[in-house]
Nanobody, 126 residues
């Protein structure tokens, strides 16, 4: 069983930056596809970005492309989301997710992921 813990959220002004971390424990994550999602109040959970085992393949939803960057450090069992040029509409709870399947194919839908963190709150003020 793997546990995921997000950190790095907070309050930032529009145009600012934050770096989220997702630390995994319980097992190594070097052969697991991982992703970031977010959920704003009253809205469905939204896919943001996904990354394959080595970090060599990534995919982003259009709304964050060019502003957010997903990465991972398998030696530290940690995934990251660098968020730049933040906008008020980026305000949400941000979740990291891990796919248990031993496949290196990336997915953009929440049901494809088996383990989730508790979330970290990001608030962007205008």
């Amino acid at each position: 069983q793997v546990q995921l813990v997000e950190s790095g959220g907070g309050l930032v002004q529009a145009g600012g930056s934050l770096r989220l971390s997702c630390a995994a424990s319980g097992r190594t994550i070097s052969r697991n596809v991982m992703a970031w999602f977010r959920q704003a109040p009253g809205r469905e959970r939204e896919f943001l970005a996904t990354i394959n085992w080595s970090g060599g393949s990534t995919y982003y939803t259009d709304s964050v492309k060019g502003r957010f960057s997903i990465s991972r450090d398998n030696a530290k069992n940690t995934m990251y989301l660098q968020m730049n040029s933040l906008k008020p509409e980026d305000t949400a709870v941000y979740y990291c997710a891990l796919r248990m399947s031993q496949s290196n194919i990336i997915f953009t839908i929440a049901p494809a992921y088996d383990s989730w963190g508790q979330g970290t709150v990001v608030t962007v003020s205008s």
